[in-house]
């Protein structure tokens, strides 16, 4: 792809832009030379304003979301984009969210550039796991786990049956619970169905990723063994 067209791809700016930023030197190999138009650098070798260039397409990113923070590029209020540097938004094919975390929910959140892969962790076949930790208003009654993973727990307003989900219990106000889906608002809605009513809730893993180590709005660009992770999770 020519120089041009790869960096207002990557949303370093509009293609006039970057023909300014290549003729004024701002783009260079490694070792400072300064890049034609039409050179054929390898990505990881082409340097804009001395700082290597964001990833190339194919990225899968993964952010510890705070609470507060919707997953809309529009919506009022703050996105969860508003984490990443604002290019981030005007890459083309555009960076979604491999599903959503309500806006009071906080955790694992990953983000893609590329369809297939998003399918792949969405997909029903793939039973990619998502684990979440509630904290509840009042303590359980006892029953939750076998609702929970019974195959036939029905959500208002649903037409088919949850799938089994499995709870570990944490302490009485403190539980575990792994989806192998994503229903809207799926958390809250099955304490809701037995009573109680979820005060905080943490995505803490999706498949054998987790989201350990990284900051409250921190976020990583995946390796592959990072991206493999997540269909490995047991
Ligand atoms: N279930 C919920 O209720 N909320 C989320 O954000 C994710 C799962």
Same mark, same amino acid.
């Given at each position: ?17 970057? *023909? !300014?930023?290549?003729?004024? =030197?701002? &783009? !260079?190999?490694?070792? +400072? ?10 990505? $990881? ?12 397409? +194919? %990225? ?9 923070? #919707?997953?809309?590029?529009?919506? *009022? ?27 009071? !929910? ?5 983000? #893609? ?11 029903? /076949?793939? $039973?990619?796991?998502? %684990?979440?930790?509630? #904290?509840?208003?009042?303590?359980? /009654?006892?029953? @939750? ?6 195959? $036939?727990?029905?959500?208002?307003? @649903? ?6 989900? =499995?709870?570990?219990? %944490?302490? $009485? ?25 979820? !005060?905080?809730? &943490?995505?803490?893993?999706? =498949?054998?990723?987790? &989201?350990?180590?990284? @900051? ?19």
């Amino acid at each position: 792809m020519r120089l041009v067209k790869l960096l207002a791809n990557l949303g370093y700016g509009s293609r006039k832009e970057m *023909q !300014t930023a290549i003729r004024n =030197g701002w &783009v !260079t190999d490694r070792d +400072g030379n300064r890049l034609k138009p039409d050179a054929k650098t390898a990505h $990881e070798d082409i340097l804009f304003d001395d700082e290597p260039l964001d990833p190339a397409q +194919g %990225v899968v990113i993964l952010m510890n979301k705070p609470v507060g923070y #919707t997953c809309s590029v529009k919506d *009022q209020g703050r996105l969860v984009y508003d984490l990443l540097p604002d290019r981030y938004r005007m890459r083309k094919p555009v960076l979604s969210t491999i599903g959503r975390l309500d806006k009071e !929910t906080s955790g694992a959140l990953l983000f #893609t550039d590329d369809g297939t892969f998003l399918h792949k962790v969405i997909s029903p /076949k793939a $039973e990619v796991p998502k %684990v979440y930790e509630a #904290t509840l208003d009042r303590p359980m /009654k006892g029953d @939750e786990a076998a609702l929970f993973g019974s195959g $036939e727990m029905m959500l208002e307003s @649903e037409v088919k049956p949850l799938k089994p989900a =499995g709870l570990e219990i %944490v302490d $009485e106000t403190h539980a575990r619970l792994i989806l192998h889906e994503g229903r809207y608002h799926q958390v809250r809605r099955m304490f809701a169905a037995t009573g109680n009513h979820v !005060t905080a809730l &943490v995505r803490s893993r999706i =498949g054998g990723l987790s &989201v350990e180590g990284l @900051e409250e709005g921190g976020w990583k660009v995946l390796s592959e063994e990072d991206k493999a992770l997540i269909f490995a999770s047991e």
